[in-house]
């Protein structure tokens, strides 16, 4: 992944981390590219855009996988969802209920770091409620900052909900059900044929408004480096 300078009008495009072939295009043609968010009914957050060549086109839905701890070996039931943004926040906030009253929270932040890499920051035993206040007041930041991504666990279920950069959702746990109960409440349905943003090449956005915002979150929250 490099970055790419943009001079384009749009201020969430000021640094842009892109996962794409520039070649495949001019850079007139990659700004117009940069500036579609909406393929059919799906509106894409201001963090993500698929590639120029679209070899995945954004869409809605969910499907079921299983993950492998890299540690333990074993394999772990995986939720991954796609949602137009006029619904994704509300949706990831009901998708921590079933976590309990109590959680463990992980930022994760690609700010000023080697492209690919990042960085953890750790929050234990937090009131469920006080975080959802908290995520709220920065809804724009976890919605469209390309650099940032949000875990809230609960280790003694054991039961995560992940809102990563490229703004999916994952849910891991055994029982995925409660997880499925609050998917369909929001009118997403399981599709095996469903493919995300991320198998394919991809851009990132972010901006400096942004990565002060995230030293913000992490000041409210309390977090620690790992």
């Known amino acids: 992944m490099d970055f790419l300078k943009s001079n384009t009008a749009n201020s969430v495009r000021e640094n842009v981390g892109v996962n794409a072939d520039k070649n495949t295009a001019t850079s007139t043609q990659l700004e117009e590219h940069l500036e579609i968010a909406r393929y059919g009914s799906f509106l894409l957050t201001d963090a993500i855009r698929p590639a120029f060549d679209l070899k995945v086109i954004?869409?809605?839905?969910?499907?079921?996988?299983?993950?492998?701890?890299?540690?333990?070996?074993?394999?772990?039931?995986?939720i991954m969802a796609a949602q137009t943004k006029e619904r994704l926040f509300d949706l990831f906030i009901d998708l921590l209920s079933p976590l309990g009253d109590e959680v463990?929270?992980?930022?994760?932040?690609?700010?000023?770091?080697?492209?690919?890499?990042?960085?953890?920051?750790?929050?234990?035993?937090?009131?469920?409620?006080?975080?959802?206040?908290?995520?709220?007041?920065?809804?724009?930041?976890?919605?469209?900052?390309?650099?940032?991504?949000?875990?809230?666990?609960?280790?003694?279920?054991?039961?995560?909900?992940?809102?990563?950069?490229?703004?999916?959702?994952?849910?891991?746990?055994?029982?995925?059900?409660?997880?499925?109960?609050?998917?369909?409440?929001?009118?997403?349905?399981?599709?095996?044929?469903?493919?995300?943003?991320?198998?394919?090449?991809?851009?990132?956005?972010?901006?400096?408004?942004?990565?002060?915002?995230?030293?913000d979150l992490s000041y409210e929250l309390g977090v620690e480096f790992n």
């Open 58 to 78: 954004p869409g809605a839905g969910w499907r079921q996988e299983n993950y492998q701890d890299p540690e333990t070996q074993i394999d772990v039931p995986v």
């Open 104 to 215: 463990d929270v992980v930022l994760e932040t690609s700010h000023d770091n080697e492209l690919g890499k990042h960085i953890d920051l750790y929050r234990e035993s937090m009131d469920l409620p006080i975080l959802k206040s908290l995520l709220f007041d920065y809804e724009d930041l976890i919605l469209n900052d390309g650099c940032t991504g949000i875990a809230v666990l609960n280790a003694e279920v054991p039961m995560e909900v992940q809102f990563d950069e490229h703004k999916l959702l994952m849910m891991y746990g055994h029982d995925l059900e409660p997880f499925i109960e609050v998917l369909e409440s929001h009118n997403l349905y399981q599709s095996d044929t469903l493919r995300f943003i991320t198998e394919a090449e991809h851009i990132h956005s972010s901006n400096e408004h942004h990565a002060g915002k995230f030293t």
